[in-house]
């Protein structure tokens, strides 16, 4: 008698208390928290712009005690500096630090489209596609931080899938890290990542762990590369930069990610 072999799933996500980007969800300093982690993210707070208490307590309706908060649940992870008797600001990082920030991410992310290569079931598949097609739409009229965000969704849904939540946390450190230099760096409209080449890793991710691991370096290769001179940015007003995430994103949208406005709409 003959067996059929079935294809291997993906491991099931491990449970996650949720991911860095929303501490203390709910709270006045978990909506801090997650607004300027999403401002760093899609791009809107040029490296090294100013985070001053009294302007950012203004900006969210909050008092400083709760911004002071906030600010240091940041800097924990990396996604602003305190600088001693100056205060908080978005990093200023050098051109040799992304050496360091695309080694951490190989060495991450190619080990999870390694694990996932060929294990994902049709569902998990429709869900990176949509994440990829609806970054390209954005991309396409001009919505860079839809489109730098979704970006981040796609990364952070392949660690979701891999199951293994340290991955995750370090992934939400190094996504605003890697948003900093792109806006640093990148020349001007460069996308934090390359629509086309997630619709790749797809392509890769369904062919195998070897092929979805290649795709990957790849993908990491050509961002690190796109980095090339400082850009001059005009910094912005924090009340501007921070109306969107008030109440909600753009356009009525979440602050949280999508992951965890699933699991917030499971509880």
Not at 90 to 95: A, D, G, K, N, Q
Not at 177 to 203: E, K, N, W, Y
Not at 211 to 228: D, G, I, P, V, Y
């Amino acid at each position: 008698m003959t067996t059929t072999r079935s294809r291997p799933r993906a491991p099931r996500p491990a449970p996650q208390a949720g991911p860095a980007v929303e501490p203390g969800a709910g709270t006045a300093t978990g909506r801090v928290y997650e607004g300027i982690y999403r401002a760093v993210l899609e791009r809107r707070l040029a490296a090294g712009a100013w985070l001053r208490e009294e302007e950012v307590a203004a900006s969210f309706g909050v008092s400083r005690t709760v911004v002071r908060q906030a600010l240091q649940r940041l800097a924990q992870h990396q996604v602003v500096e305190l600088i001693h008797n100056r205060g908080a600001r978005v990093p200023l990082p050098e051109l040799a630090d992304a050496e360091h920030v695309f080694e951490a991410r190989r060495v991450a992310e190619c080990e999870i489209a390694r694990r996932l290569g060929g294990r994902l079931d049709d569902a998990q598949l429709r869900e990176l596609r949509r994440l990829a097609e609806e970054e390209q739409r954005a991309d396409e009229r001009g919505d860079a931080a839809r489109a730098v965000r979704l970006s981040g969704e796609f990364h952070q849904a392949l660690a979701r899938m891999h199951g293994n939540p340290v991955l995750g946390r370090l992934l939400d450190s190094l996504l605003p890290t890697t948003s900093v230099l792109m806006s640093r760096f990148a020349a001007s409209g460069q996308p934090v990542c390359v629509a086309h080449r997630h619709v790749d890793l797809i392509d890769a991710l369904a062919r195998g762990g070897t092929a979805a691991a290649l795709e990957m370096k790849r993908h990491l290769a050509e961002l690190q590369q796109s980095l090339t001179r400082p850009q001059a940015s005009a910094p912005a007003a924090l009340r501007d930069v921070f109306a969107a995430y008030r109440e909600g994103g753009p356009g009525g949208e979440s602050t949280r990610p999508a992951a965890a406005r699933r699991r917030r709409a499971r509880a």
